[in-house]
């Protein structure tokens, strides 16, 4: 199974970014798929998670109104639209699905500064 994360970058307070993981090795019929992400000073925590259906199931308070999270199952990808970044959003994001149980990928840094 392999997870590769695209689409971090450096933007400003206020701004959007759009994350891609496309997701090998793993039929995803049925698999919850999730962003993960690691700020400074913390753990890896979830940021929101999704249903083969479609169906976002889990996002953390802190990110809702602002991040949406979507899938493709034809391409086996999963994205994540984040909107109105704030600096506390900067970090690697990850995805995997819902419990992390595969090997993580590189994942993608994201990084809000003015």
């Known amino acids: 199974v392999q997870f590769v994360e695209s689409g971090g970058g450096l933007v400003q307070p206020g701004g959007s970014l759009r994350l891609s993981c496309v997701i090998s090795?793993?039929?995803?019929?049925?698999?919850?798929l999730s962003w993960y992400r690691q700020t400074p000073g913390k753990g890896r925590e979830l940021v929101s998670a999704i249903t083969s259906a479609g169906v976002s199931v889990e996002t953390i308070d802190s990110v809702k109104g602002r991040f949406t999270i979507s899938r493709d199952n034809e391409k086996s990808a999963v994205y994540l639209q984040m909107n109105t970044l704030k600096v506390e959003d900067t970090g690697v994001y990850y995805c995997?699905?819902?419990?992390?149980?595969?090997?993580w990928g590189q994942g993608t840094q994201v990084m809000v500064s003015s």
């Open positions: 090795g793993l039929p995803l019929r049925g698999v919850v």
């Open positions: 995997n699905v819902l419990g992390g149980q595969h090997p």
